[in-house]
């Protein structure tokens, strides 16, 4: 090995980090890509689902076990959202009526007559 050679691949090396971007080490700042709404972070589960399934399931069940459970997959996390929505509200309203008798002093209510 030459000393011309080694030159030439260290000035090479030093080219090549040169032109490339350098590293950035600040966590904080805003990422490039905007925050996924719900309805895409829903369906890019159910496309890695599908995708597992078809990679597991393909050779045994068939090509379409992939959009099947995909299709499958974002049904049912659409609907598990809407019942968790809709216990939320009743959970809501179940802990509002608790601390309601449970903080309402028993002296501010009519008292019985025996």
Do not use: C, W
């Not at 996924?36 to 090509?63: N, V, W």
């Not at 509002?96 to 008798?101: A, H, S, T």
């Amino acid at each position: 090995m030459s000393p011309n050679s080694a030159d030439a691949g260290i000035a090479g090396a030093i080219a090549r980090m040169k032109s490339e971007r350098p590293i950035v080490l600040n966590f904080s700042s805003i990422s490039a890509r905007p925050e996924p709404t719900l309805d895409e972070a829903r369906t890019e589960l159910a496309d890695s689902i599908g995708q597992i399934a078809h990679m597991i399931f393909s050779k045994k069940y068939g090509p379409l076990v992939g959009t099947v459970s995909k299709t499958t997959a974002e049904t049912l996390l659409k609907n598990a959202e809407e019942n968790l929505y809709r216990a939320k509200g009743d959970a809501t309203l179940v802990i509002q009526e608790l601390v309601d008798r449970a903080f309402t002093s028993k002296t501010a209510k009519s008292p019985k007559k025996k």
